[in-house]
T-cell receptor, first 115, second 112 residues
């Protein structure tokens, strides 16, 4: 059973471009979470999605960031008009159920560098 | 949300036991205590979780104080591969986001 997959692993963008980060959850998992880790900082929750639904986006920046988890295909975190402050590692996690006990399984992350 | 307090860093020698403390004095009765770790340049990895009783698995043991205001992650025989940042996380009771709230964690350094 393959783990959580993220691609690309590294992404370089110039200011003003768009960044698309993809996350394929573990087989059988229908819950996806995105986290951001700025340089030398801890991980911050961004958004929680189930298939075709955004459940909680309380950690998402108000502008330029969006996320989706379509019925078919991977979850996408989209950052429009990137700025240097968006440079960070973005991690995706998945879980089979939700609740206080469930474990989240993390992917290897996408490291975004904005020039 | 209930908060956790961990030392910024700890150092240990290879093949010795490591005890990583976590204080959570405002924990509520239904909060579970989870531990994750993040190895360098990798995503976080689940280690263990518990509610009231001590827990053991192949990676570690979790000792929970009787009043649940603190817990200790125990690595029985540390290896160089255990060098990582260890996060103690409470899952909040009630509704709200299911996202994990990571603090600064404890940076564990293993000396050969």
């Amino acid at each position: 059973n393959a783990g959580v997959m993220q691609n690309p692993r590294h992404l370089v963008r110039r200011r003003g471009q768009e960044a698309r980060l993809r996350c394929s959850p573990m087989k059988g998992h229908s819950h996806v979470y995105w986290y951001r880790q700025l340089p030398e900082e801890g991980l911050k929750f961004m958004v929680y999605l189930q298939k075709e639904n955004i459940i909680d986006e309380s950690g998402m920046p108000k502008e330029r960031f969006s996320a989706e988890f379509p019925k078919e295909g991977p979850s996408i975190l989209r950052i429009q008009q990137v700025v240097r402050g968006d440079s960070a590692a973005y991690f995706c996690a998945s879980s089979p159920v939700t609740g206080k006990q469930e474990t989240q399984y993390f992917g290897p992350g996408t490291r975004l560098l904005v020039l | 949300d209930a908060k956790t307090t961990q030392p910024n860093s700890m150092e240990s020698n290879e093949e010795e036991p490591v005890h990583l403390p976590c204080n959570h004095s405002t924990i509520s009765g239904t909060d579970y205590i989870h531990w994750y770790r993040q190895l360098p340049s990798q995503g976080p990895e689940y280690v263990i979780h518990g509610l009231t009783s001590n827990v053991n698995n192949r990676m570690a043991s979790l000792a929970i104080a009787e009043d649940r205001k603190s817990s200790t992650l125990i690595l029985h025989r540390a290896t160089l591969r255990d060098a990582a940042v260890y996060y103690c996380i409470l899952r909040p009771s009630g509704g709200g986001a299911d996202g994990l709230t990571f603090g600064k964690g404890t940076h564990l350094i293993i000396q050969p």
